[in-house]
């Protein structure tokens, strides 16, 4: 399906600030034992692969995207220091063998993106040794707050979530991955756990608030050449939108706060 987001060095260069930038809360609770091998679906341009290599001295990662250009960008760009654990593939994952058998599957902003997430979930699990696990961390757009309310941004984010929709994808997939595992594969899977991992920022930090805004600002700006084309939203509209939301860490009382949803299940042994 459509990656609304595009395919250009801006939005690279957006993936691989993103992976740190978000590193802190999404990995606060992931722990991969040593030696483990890792496969990574919607690789992309190895932004979470870098970060996780970095994290986890021990970790060996087997990264697939089907785009070549983000492939081809990931070769490219990767750390020296990091190349002999990971290996690259350009493949549909369907279309796609390991070369061995992994230890888990890790996925990240990747199911929000997939129309037909269980027959990949069912596909994915197959790779994986017994007792290993598949763990996903996504998207709860609805889980959006910012205080003061910004009407402009309501518009904007609702119009975002529709282009998601209207193309295929799922912004609010998280909550609905436990139930997508049952479905793929109920049989081979030992336990599930769904955890909420939040974004707060408030007036506490100012820096931190301003610097988060600036982070989603930047993600809502990845989509807005789409959201232009497709007539879900006036030119200039971004523009006058970001000043208001820039307004919220000037606030005396300015909030920001997101959800996501990391789902980590056992296979069985």
């Not at 930090?205 to 497709?230: F, H, I, Q, T």
């Not at 509209?237 to 307004?247: A, D, G, I, L, T």
Request: charged share 25%; net charge negative.
């Amino acid at each position: 399906m459509e990656y609304f987001h595009g395919y250009n060095e801006t939005e690279f260069k957006r993936l691989i600030h993103q992976a740190e930038f978000l590193s802190f809360k999404v990995f606060e609770h992931v722990h991969f034992k040593p030696g483990t091998v890792l496969l990574e679906p919607g690789c992309g341009v190895g932004a979470q692969t870098r970060v996780m290599l970095r994290r986890f001295p021990d970790l060996r990662i087997i990264a697939v995207d089907l785009s070549e250009s983000a492939i081809k960008t990931a070769e490219a760009g990767f750390p020296d220091d990091l190349r002999d654990r990971v290996e690259f593939h350009c493949a549909d994952i369907f279309n796609f063998n390991p070369p061995q058998a992994v230890d888990g599957v890790f996925l990240c902003w990747m199911l929000e993106h997939i129309s037909e997430p269980v027959p990949l979930i069912k596909r994915l699990i197959e790779f994986i040794k017994p007792g290993g696990f598949f763990m996903a961390t996504e998207v709860q757009n609805n889980s959006l707050q910012i205080y003061p309310p910004q009407a402009m941004l309501e518009k904007y984010w609702n119009a975002y979530n529709a282009l998601q929709q209207s193309i295929g994808g799922d912004p609010f997939v998280g909550l609905k991955i436990p139930a997508y595992l049952h479905e793929a594969a109920a049989e081979k899977i030992e336990s599930v756990k769904a955890r909420p991992g939040m974004f707060l920022n408030d007036n506490r930090d100012p820096e931190a608030l301003e610097k988060m805004l600036d982070y989603w600002l930047n993600l809502l700006e990845s989509a807005r050449g789409s959201l232009e084309n497709k007539g879900l939203i006036d030119h200039g509209f971004f523009e006058n939108m970001k000043k208001h939301v820039q307004e919220v860490a000037k606030s005396k009382r300015g909030l920001f706060s997101y959800t996501f949803i990391q789902t980590l299940a056992i296979l069985r042994n």
